[in-house]
């Protein structure tokens, strides 16, 4: 059995709350860099020559990598040391954040947010682990993951209007090269304030658990872009067959592994599992519907990136002001109520957008559509955590936790595939009807929305299917110490 090792004196650490602010500041640099792009890559498309597809791809590199390396970073971090994992992360991705920054062809620009991905998924579970040993319990612990937490939450927000900013005042390469500050500030503070710890002990790595599951997930991500071109052509089937096929390797391997990369009994749970497929679609929703949402505010509406950055926020407040009611009914309502209408108030919201015009504006098309759906997520971030965490064993918290953070970005990147697939041939059809640029756009982003309400109800199908029976605790869940891993 594996042991924690004790990694600092049994007093508290007076250097506890700059840590705090350390760890906190990485958990903002991870989540903000899956939107700070969005608003940007309108003007880089045009510097850098990006087709739709390559456009799609700087999104989708990160997110893919990010969510398909989460678990072996989470399991690196802690027999390797997750002060030491903490520093190589952030210094790897603040150099992949400049590669990025100085991109001169989209190839390049693709690898570097690949790249950050790779390293975002050793910094984030390193710097998760870090705050647990730090902050081991009490009322310290609770403030301390509320902040983690709160920072975590606005970071998407975060992103898209701090990537206005930069692209408005600056140029779209400093939404990449920004993080360089970042990585000097977090490795300064790491090195001043933070301990080392780490699990003694078996430190089995399954690696080919890891190449199934990443080369799968790409494959089938790959597969669904090349659908734009044709569902039934053999580069197409054999890609998406080969990615399932993959995947399918990875459930025969995890179940066989000694030191598996994820469990299966983590996920044989009916809730559980129904609630990270829930984060799944979430993820897809929000990644593709952001994206598509900057393009159509920039391009067609003709707003600058500052104010389509500030425009996209109306969804986030929403969601803020909204979260302490959800927080309130839930103890009385249970989380299927919530997580079933939570999806269907959204999926409303984004039927709204699908009446966008390519001669309409914002506060009548779009300002309403955003607030109805920031209202149904808040309904769905809640409860959903709490159903996919309650009742893990204690040594199994990190994977399980670890998963959550997966399930949205692996979401995330198979969505945008797939919605990327519907826009273009969206716009294609528009355009051969002559009604213009503008109106093909126009058409294509509808199409792309249209598809995140039809995902989310599927999210709300699944809440009423697999929720049901047992009742589900709706104690929040309070993050276990970092876990012991058992071989």
């Not at 309108?42 to 510097?47: G, K, R, V």
């Not at 959550?404 to 969505?415: D, F, H, T």
Request: hydrophobic share 55%; aromatic share 8%; charged share 10%.
């Amino acid at each position: 059995m594996s042991v924690l090792l004790p990694s600092r004196p049994t007093a508290p650490d007076s250097r506890r709350w700059w840590a705090l602010a350390v760890i906190a500041l990485t958990q903002l640099v991870v989540v903000l860099d899956a939107t700070i792009v969005n608003v940007a890559l309108p003007q880089a498309q045009l510097e850098l020559e990006l087709s739709d597809t390559e456009r799609q791809w700087v999104i989708t590199a990160y997110v893919l990598a990010f969510g398909a390396l989460l678990l072996l970073g989470g399991r690196v971090a802690d027999y390797w040391g997750r002060k030491r994992s903490y520093m190589v992360g952030m210094l790897g991705f603040g150099a992949a954040s400049a590669w990025g920054g100085l991109a001169q062809s989209g190839t390049e620009l693709i690898a570097a947010r690949g790249l950050q991905g790779v390293f975002a998924a050793l910094l984030a579970p390193a710097a998760l682990a870090l705050l647990t040993v730090t902050f081991p319990a009490g009322r310290e612990r609770g403030t301390a993951f509320a902040v983690f937490g709160t920072v975590a939450g606005t970071g998407a927000a975060v992103g898209l209007a701090l990537g206005g900013v930069l692209t408005e005042f600056a140029d779209w390469r400093w939404c990449l090269l920004v993080n360089i500050v970042f990585a000097v500030v977090g490795l300064a503070g790491a090195l001043i304030f933070v301990s080392e710890s780490r699990v003694e002990g078996g430190n089995g790595y399954d690696i080919w658990g890891t190449l199934a599951v990443t080369l799968g997930l790409a494959a089938l991500v790959y597969g669904f872009t090349l659908a734009e071109s044709g569902w039934t052509k053999p580069d197409t089937i054999g890609f998406l067959v080969g990615g399932l096929v993959l995947l399918a390797a990875f459930v025969w391997i995890e179940a066989r592994v000694a030191q598996p990369l994820l469990p299966l009994r983590i996920v044989r749970d009916r809730a559980r599992a129904g609630a990270f497929l829930i984060q799944a679609t979430i993820g897809a929703v929000y990644i593709g519907m952001t994206l598509y949402l900057m393009f159509h505010l920039q391009i067609v509406l003709g707003l600058s990136p500052l104010m389509a950055g500030l425009a996209s926020l109306a969804m986030t407040f929403a969601t803020m002001i909204t979260a302490p009611v959800a927080a309130r009914l839930l103890p009385a309502s249970g989380p299927r109520v919530l997580m079933t209408g939570g999806p269907l108030i959204a999926a409303a919201g984004m039927l709204w957008l699908t009446f966008i015009t390519a001669d309409g504006n914002y506060w009548t098309e779009v300002f309403g559509g955003l607030v109805v759906v920031g209202i149904g997520i808040a309904f769905v971030i809640i409860p959903v955590q709490n159903v996919a965490l309650v009742g893990v064993d204690h040594h199994e918290a990190g994977a399980a936790s670890a998963l959550v953070n997966s399930a949205v970005q692996i979401g995330g990147c198979v969505g945008l595939s797939v919605f990327t697939t519907i826009y273009l041939g969206a716009v294609e059809r528009s355009a051969e009807d002559g009604g213009g640029r503008a109106a093909a756009l126009t058409d294509g982003y509808s199409a792309v929305f249209l598809a995140t309400a039809v995902t989310l109800v599927v999210a709300a199908v699944i809440a009423a299917s697999m929720l049901r029976g047992r009742r589900i605790e709706t104690t929040p869940h309070q993050p276990a110490e970092v876990p012991a891993h058992v071989g």
